[in-house]
Structure formats: structure tokens, C-alpha cells
């Protein structure tokens, strides 16, 4: 089975929260920051800034916890966030080789 990650996006303003969950996560950040589909809310609400991440072994295991990350308040998303990357800055750089074997 693949690999997994959740994680949490907001625009330049830290005003939105958006959390996903995809097999490759250097490439969907990649299309969030290109706006490669054009109406989705990433897009409308220009959110291209990578706050958070988890992975996971298995991608079953990215949904479930997705749900988790969803179903809580924004001030327990604020939380797991600040628990991580208390400056909120863009992780984008960090997670360029995560898909890379070697």
C-alpha cells in the first residue's frame, strides 16, 4: 500500500486553514502553490502555504487521521500547528526529497 501525509495549508495572511491528504506531498504543495486547478478553495482563497505535516506508512491511516484533524475545533488545529511550527512558517522546502529512497 502507499505511503500517506496530512497536512495543513493557509494563505500568506494565516487567516485560512485548509487540510488535505495526499500519497505525494512535495507534489500536491507544488500544485497548490501553481494553482493548478483553478476553482478549487486552495486556489480562491490563495492557499499555498505548507504549516504542518504528518506521514504515514499507509494512506488509510492519512484519511483517518485527516477526519480527526477536520472534526476538531480551529483552535485545535491553531494548537497542533503552534505544537510543531510555533513562527508558522512555509515548510515547503523541507519536504522537497521526503519522496526520494536515498
Known sequence: MKPGFVYIMT??????L?????????KKVY?????????SFTSKYNVNKLIYWESFQEIGDAFF???QIKAGSRKKKIDLINSINPEWRDLAEDIKEIMNPY
Request: hydrophobic share 20%.
Open 18 to 26: 485548509y487540510t488535505g491528504v495526499t500519497s505525494n506531498l512535495p
Open 31 to 39: 500544485e497548490h502553490k501553481g494553482k493548478f486547478f483553478e476553482l
Open 11 to 16: 494563505n500568506k495572511n494565516n487567516t485560512v
Open 65 to 67: 487521521r485527516e477526519k
